[in-house]
Structure formats: C-alpha cells, structure tokens
C-alpha cells in the first residue's frame, strides 16, 4: 500500500510541477507532498503493529480456559483483535512451580510487549526475568510484602497490577463459617508451605481468628498425596470447619479436597466459584469477572503508553458469596438468611 500511494503521489507531483512555473511553488509543492508521503507511512505503520501480550500462570491450560477467554474478550471490547492487532503468548506450569521461572525467561526471550503474570510465584519469576518489559499482577495477597512493588500508590519499576485484601478476605471466610457452623471454636486452614503467599496469608489469619474466638490448625501441604493425612489429623484435632487458601496445588486437586471435606465432616470454604461448583460448602472472594475487566484495563494502559510506576495497585471492590445448598443439606447445615441474603449465586 505505501510503495503503490508513493508512486501515485510521485506521478502527481511530476504533473502538477510540469504546469508550474514559479520555482517557489514547485517547491512548496514537493514539501507537502512528502509530508502526505511521510504522514502515510506513519500511518501504515501504525496500523501494522501487533501487540505481543504473554502470559504466564503457575495453572494448567484446562483450568485457566475460563478466565484466559475473559480478559481476551475484555481487550477485544477496547479495541484488540487477535491475527489484526494483538498476538497471545501463553505458558502454563501446570501446577509445578519450579517451571516458572524458565517460562517467564521464554516470554521475555519473545520480547513481548506486556506481561500477565497471575499469582505470586509467577509475578516473582517474571520480575526476576526482566527489568524492562512491562508486568501486570494479580491474585496477589500483597505485592509490597512480595518485593514486587514499592507501595500500592507508587509501585515504581516495571510491575503494577491487582492485590487483594488478604487479612479482611480471610477474616471474612472465617466469620462466614462462624456464622453457618453452630457452636464453631476451631477451623482447619488448608495451606501450602511452599507458597509464599500462602505462608503470607496463614500468617494475617491469626488475628480475625482471634477476634472471632476460633482457635486455628494449620494444615500445611506441599503434596495432593499429603492431603490425606492432612485431614485425618484436623479431624482429630476437632477442627470443625476448613478454610482453603487458594493455590495452584488446590486448582488442581478440588475434587480431591471437597470428597475429603465430605468424608472427614468438614464444611468447607475456599475464594472462588470453582471450588462451590466442585462440592464445597461455599467461596468468598474479590468479583472475578471485575478482576478480569482490570487486568484488561492496565494492559489496555500500558501498550497505549502508560508506566507501571505510574499505575497505582488496585484492591477489589466489589465481592462475591456463593454457596451450595446441596453440600450444606449434606452436613446437615441451614444457612443463616442474613449469610442467604448476600450470596450471589446459590446452587441448589
């Protein structure tokens, strides 16, 4: 298209100074023309770019089909369209942790031009792969524990993103089991070790804990094969209730837990619908389809120019009860109405 408007413009430029004499108004002439030239290229140029957006989850692609396709669609309302002006490069640890790290060096090899990183380990992992492309976070308790940014309101550096407000988001799933459970003083927290955010999390449980009057056993399993024992021993414990602290291990094992949950009489409550869906008594959490809408948001941001640093990290506002009657009619449970009042989605 550039080589066919040059030549055209070219041939004009030809004929129109053939029929001008003054030497001042051919050359004028030429100046615009090579304006409109350049103009053009510009353009074309423009129009020509595909952004490269990489994504990196410590996930397996079956169980992140869901919100992948929503933050395409959300980028694709603002204007991104996939083979025109937007390319996807994704990479999945399928739940291993330790590939994080070479997947994120794969993405920055790419040169991408933004990266998602969902979850603590792959936010850490793409930091430390690049200080210049651009990172967006989020699932992440709290960046500034983390390292991976200076504060909320300034990140500084390459990455900013979402957090979510862990110490209330806990504090809350426990009051919710308080309320539900008659006569509830302990709760086992499921949790993985090696997860630092989860360590982050166990940590910030204590004091809603505390001011609810629930003592807390730490079940803490880096293995699907530990769970077993896990919760043989909340069980005896006399743990009646479990809180589930979201992780990639927990992804890939919610049948798993929920049966578990069932055999060892241990009414459950994790941070998203998935978990409701796969037989638990109920989730709490930041509004996912909200999360996705800003993840789109600050990438939508950044390839039009902004800076991480200059992009403040969002909390959640807006939240999401859902609970399965189902489950509860197994355990023997009839939920409250005020905690019937705020779900926002029952399955019966």
Excluded at 57 to 65: C, G, I, K, L, Y
Excluded at 171 to 193: H, I, Q, Y
Excluded at 233 to 254: G, Y
Excluded at 260 to 273: Q, S
Aim: proline fraction near 5%.
């Amino acid at each position: 298209m550039i080589k066919r408007l040059s030549r055209n413009l070219a041939i004009l430029s030809d004929n129109l100074k053939s029929k001008i004499q003054n030497r001042k108004l051919a050359g004028l002439l030429a100046i615009v023309v090579t304006l409109a030239l350049c103009g053009a290229v510009v353009e074309a140029q423009q129009q020509a770019k595909v952004f490269k957006i990489g994504w990196l989850t410590p996930r397996s692609a079956s169980s992140a089909v869901s919100q992948k396709e929503a933050i395409r669609s959300m980028l694709r309302e603002r204007g991104y369209v996939e083979s025109k002006n937007m390319a996807f490069e994704y990479r999945y640890a399928d739940n291993k942790l330790d590939r994080l790290p070479p997947l994120a060096k794969e993405l920055v090899d790419l040169n991408v031009d933004v990266l998602i990183a969902r979850a603590p380990r792959a936010a850490l992992a793409a930091k430390n792969a690049t200080r210049k492309i651009p990172i967006v976070f989020y699932d992440v308790a709290d960046p500034v524990e983390l390292g991976l940014v200076n504060s909320l309101a300034r990140p500084g550096g390459n990455l900013t993103g979402l957090t979510i407000i862990t110490e209330v988001l806990v504090g809350k799933r426990l009051e919710l089991l308080k309320d539900t459970v008659p006569r509830l003083s302990r709760v086992a927290v499921l949790w993985n070790p090696q997860n630092p955010g989860n360590a982050q999390q166990w940590k910030e449980s204590q004091i809603p804990a505390r001011e609810l009057g629930l003592q807390l056993h730490s079940m803490a399993v880096s293995s699907a094969d530990r769970y077993e024992g896990a919760f043989k021993e909340a069980a005896k414990a006399r743990s009646a209730a479990l809180a589930v602290t979201p992780d990639p291990l927990v992804f890939s094992n919610l049948k798993l837990i929920t049966d578990l949950a069932a055999k060892y009489r241990l009414p459950a409550i994790a941070d998203r619908g998935e978990f409701v869906e796969s037989g638990g008594l109920m989730a709490y959490g930041a509004h996912e389809a909200e999360q996705d809408r800003r993840v789109a948001y600050y990438v939508d941001r950044i390839l039009k120019g902004a800076q991480p640093a200059d992009l403040p990290v969002e909390q959640p506002t807006t939240f999401e009860l859902m609970i399965n009657l189902k489950t509860a009619k197994a355990f023997g449970l009839t939920i409250p109405p005020v905690v019937l009042a705020r779900a926002t989605k029952v399955i019966k």
